[in-house]
């Protein structure tokens, strides 16, 4: 499985913008697309899930009636709609899959995920 993600640029605060991340290779063996977002010399922190099939998604609670979490399935694709973005948004966001699966079980650390694209930089400006 390869992810690559894009769409992370420069954006004033309550501004909006989306990544994007692209999914190829043995999609069949995906369970969970996440988005994570790391700030130096901080540990990977969780952003949003949904499953490869699109039924269900699941936020943390700092982004949760901000970001959107969405599948393309013609383009196999996950998306994230950054709204509302605040400073402290400003970081380096990954997207990673796993196959794991468990019912009604949603992972949130980066260690239950297999596969991970390179990040892409988001900065929010005052």
């Known amino acids: 499985v390869q992810l690559q993600a894009s769409g992370g640029g420069l954006v004033q605060a309550g501004g909006s913008l989306r990544l994007s991340c692209a999914v190829s290779?043995?999609?069949?063996?995906?369970?969970?697309i996440a988005w994570f977002r790391q700030a130096p010399g901080k540990e990977r922190e969780f952003v949003a899930a949904?499953?490869?099939?699109?039924?269900?998604?699941y936020y943390a609670d700092s982004v949760k009636d901000r970001f959107t979490i969405s599948r393309d399935n013609a383009k196999a694709t996950v998306s994230v709609q950054m709204n509302s973005l605040k400073l402290e948004d400003t970081t380096i966001y990954y997207c990673?899959?796993?196959?794991?699966?468990?019912?009604?079980?949603?992972?949130?650390?980066?260690?239950?995920?297999?596969?991970w694209g390179q990040g892409t930089l988001v900065t929010v400006s005052s």
């Open positions: 290779g043995r999609t069949l063996s995906i369970y969970t």
């Open positions: 990673a899959a796993t196959s794991r699966t468990v019912f009604n079980t949603w992972y949130t650390t980066e260690g239950r995920y297999d596969y």
């Open positions: 949904i499953r490869w099939s699109g039924a269900s998604k």
